[in-house]
């Protein structure tokens, strides 16, 4: 079983951090884009941000928390893993807190009677930069603790 928890693991982290990298790539490519090309692009940040983080970080939680067991039981609990875990659970609550439901926002909203970016728009963008950096950023911080901390 342990196999398989590793898996969910493993693929729960790819979604999460593939997904985060994803939305800051586009985020960056909409800059140049018309202001109702640039709502389009965010419409597809917040299906990346839903189909791929929010689930990869609940399956990142939750398959760490099933192989956190045995350590749990035997009270041995290494440095490094202490690290992932904490920094691991604090990015997943930035990340399905945060990240998700601003990035839904911004995927909703509409150009202005202008035609211009809506009023809106300046602060959830700032919102959303803010959390998916802390959660990648933790995210990656667990990277390095599996990692390098292991040995
Ligand atoms: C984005 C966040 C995370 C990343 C990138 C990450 C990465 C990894 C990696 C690469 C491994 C394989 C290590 C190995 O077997 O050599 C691993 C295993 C493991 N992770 Fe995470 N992890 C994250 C979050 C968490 C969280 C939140 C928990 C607990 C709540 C957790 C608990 C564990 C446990 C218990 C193992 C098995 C360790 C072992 O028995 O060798 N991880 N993780």
């Given at each position: 079983?342990r196999?398989?928890?590793l898996?969910v693991?493993?693929?729960?982290?790819?979604?999460?951090?593939?997904?985060?990298?994803?939305?800051?790539?586009?985020?960056?490519?909409?800059k140049?884009?018309?202001?109702?090309?640039r709502?389009?692009?965010?419409?597809l940040?917040?299906?990346?941000?839903r189909?791929l983080?929010?689930?990869?970080?609940?399956?990142v939680?939750?398959?760490g928390?099933?192989l956190?067991?045995?350590?749990?039981?035997?009270?041995?609990?290494p440095g490094?893993?202490?690290?992932?875990?904490g920094a691991g659970?604090?990015?997943a609550?930035?990340?399905v807190?945060?990240?998700?439901?601003?990035?839904a926002?911004l995927?909703?909203?509409?150009?202005?009677?202008?035609?211009?970016?809506?009023?809106?728009?300046?602060a959830?963008?700032?919102?959303?930069?803010?959390?998916a950096?802390?959660?990648g950023?933790?995210?990656?911080?667990?990277?390095?603790?599996?990692?390098?901390?292991?040995?």
């Open positions: 079983m196999g398989f928890w898996l693991h493993v693929l729960g982290f790819t979604l999460w951090l593939g997904g985060g990298i994803a939305t800051m790539v586009a985020g960056i490519s909409a140049n884009f018309a202001p109702t090309e709502l389009r692009s965010y419409k940040i917040g299906a990346i941000q189909l983080v929010g689930p990869g970080a609940i399956a939680v939750l398959s928390i099933v956190s067991m045995p350590y749990m039981r035997s009270g041995d609990m490094w893993l202490n690290l992932m875990m659970v604090l990015g609550l930035a990340a807190g945060i990240s998700v439901p601003t990035a926002k995927g909703r909203l509409e150009t202005d009677a202008r035609g211009e970016l809506p009023e809106a728009f300046q959830l963008r700032k919102r959303q930069i803010l959390a950096s802390i959660a950023g933790l995210g990656l911080i667990a990277m390095f603790a599996a990692t390098l901390g292991k040995g």
